[in-house]
């Protein structure tokens, strides 16, 4: 568990993050969010003191930061950030085993935990480990430097902006990495975006910044349904609020169950029961269906979706 009390920095007279508290709790995905210059990186960087804080306390599991050796501290913090900071004449399987070699991992332990997280990040370990970050795309290099990030277990994931510089159909691709890598490994993760539709997507909760401070600090449907300002309203928007309590939602959960599966050649018209309530809704409107059905991954057809039960939810 993270938490802040009273915590505020400052460069020279001007004030970055201004007497914020937080607490993050153990497996939890709490994404900072706010315009540019709001304080929400500089929160990042005092969490594993590559910043020092002005005043307050920050806690890690009841203690204080400040009392703990820095390279301790950081070897337990896997951090990502935007532009991947890969070392480039390195390979990538030496760029992810840089922390467990700090670690003194053995060389068989740090190796097969390169290959492990080559293969949960769905990069290839017989090809691309011995790569170089200029022969990788900026899709994969973002993949090796979060696989570098968890490389040494860590405790705390920290990760600043790491898709920021990717186009959207990367950007999309690696935040569904994200979701299904921490479905597995569980991580308490600092997120900071600028993104509020990557911040929706990816939190368990969001706290908005502005001006150095926590204006809100909520789940992301409390946040859409009850905006604690006019500046948070203006942040998610007002016209598409519906959609976006759609989007985070799944088929699997609204779905009615079918008694036993079926099995056959896959429907156009259907959807996947990991797809979002959004996703359903657009391909309901482009069918013009009030139904759909739904499949496994294995290709079954294991439910119906119905149109007025989905209307119900963004309401």
Sequence with gaps: MIELKGVTRRFGEAIAVDNIDLTIETGEVCVLVGSSGCGKSTTLRMINRLLPR???EILVDGEDINQADPQKLRLNMGYAIQSSGLFPHWTVARNIGLVPDLLKWSPKRRDERVHELLTLLDLDPTTD??????????????????????AGDPNILLMDEPFGALDAITRENLQQEMLRIQRQVNKTTVFVTHDIDEALKLA?????????????????????R????????????????????????????????????????????GVKESDSLRIALS??????????????????????????HLLQVGS
């Design 54 to 56: 002005s005043e307050g």
């Design 129 to 150: 480990a011995d790569k170089y970050p200029h022969q990788l795309s900026g899709g994969q290099a973002q993949r090796v430097g979060v696989a570098r990030a968890l």
């Design 204 to 224: 368990t909760r969001i706290a908005v910044m502005d001006q150095g401070k926590i204006i809100q600090h909520d789940t992301p449907e409390a946040i859409l």
């Design 226 to 269: 009850s905006p604690a300002s006019a500046f948070v309203e203006h942040l998610i928007g007002k016209s598409d609020r519906g959609l976006k309590l759609l989007a985070l939602r799944t088929v699997r959960e609204l779905m009615e169950l079918h008694p036993q599966p079926k099995r056959h050649q896959p429907d156009e018209n």
């Design 283 to 308: 391909v309901m409107l482009w069918k013009n269906a009030t139904q759909l059905p739904v499949v496994n991954e294995a290709g079954e057809e294991v439910g119906r979706l119905q149109r007025e």
